[in-house]
């Protein structure tokens, strides 16, 4: 069946735009969860939804970050007025229930650059 | 607060050889996963252990939880050039939430 999905895969943005990241999750996953990579580091937690809702959103680094889950399914991150220590690679992962013994499948990511 | 310290942060050894890496805590963790991510790729699951002193193996690679479940090793034999990657370790308390290690980047030199 079809994996994780994200979309675009690679973004170059301006300083001061802003951006929003797309992830098809597994059909059926109920769990959702957002990572940020900086080059060459480990995944930083931003988001988790499970379901629509979003009992987990600690990890989101400022107000200009946000994200949605419509449908239980797609997700959108968005990132308004973009700084350039926001680039990095975005990580989504899905995972059937959101307990800690699922496997977390993730997709390729989405790299972002910020100018 | 880093909760889960992985060590060491980058390894390069010769195609053959043994090798350990760790991942360790203050806190018990309920679950600990361990990762494996190539360039470009999202990170894969390689296993999940979920009891104290449990010891799982796949293949060449050998995956122990600690007696306390607050740390975990793998450790791989005859490491081969496939082997090269960033490994992550991800524990899970008991209310489920999920906290990743920094890595362990890996390189084995052919």
């Known amino acids: 069946g079809a994996g994780v999905s994200q979309s675009p895969s690679n973004k170059v943005t301006e300083k001061g735009k802003d951006v929003e990241l797309r992830c098809d999750p597994i059909?059926?996953?109920?769990?959702l969860y957002w990572y940020r990579q900086s080059l060459g580091q480990g995944l930083e937690f931003l988001i988790y939804f499970q379901g629509n809702s979003a009992p987990d959103k600690s990890g989101l680094p400022s107000d200009r970050f946000s994200a949605e889950r419509t449908g239980g399914s797609v997700s959108t991150l968005t990132i308004q007025r973009t700084q350039q220590e926001d680039s990095a690679v975005y990580l989504c992962?899905?995972?059937?229930?959101?307990?800690?013994?699922?496997?977390?499948?993730f997709g390729p990511g989405t790299r972002l650059t910020v100018l | 607060t880093q909760l889960l310290e992985q060590s060491p942060q980058f390894l390069s050894i010769q195609e053959g050889e043994n090798l350990t890496v760790y991942c360790n805590s203050s806190s018990v963790f309920s679950s600990l996963q361990w990762y494996r991510q190539e360039p470009g790729e999202g990170p894969v699951l390689l296993v999940t252990?979920?009891?104290?002193?449990e010891v799982k193996k796949l293949k060449r690679l050998t995956f122990q939880f600690g007696d306390a479940r607050k740390d975990s090793s793998l450790h791989i034999t005859a490491a081969q050039p496939g082997d090269t990657g960033l490994y992550l370790c991800a524990g899970a308390r008991g209310d489920d939430k999920i906290i990743f290690g920094k890595g362990t980047r890996l390189h084995i030199l052919p």
């Open positions: 252990v979920v009891t104290g002193g």
């Open positions: 992962a899905s995972s059937r229930s959101g307990r800690g013994t699922d496997t977390q499948y």
């Open positions: 059909s059926g996953h109920t769990a």
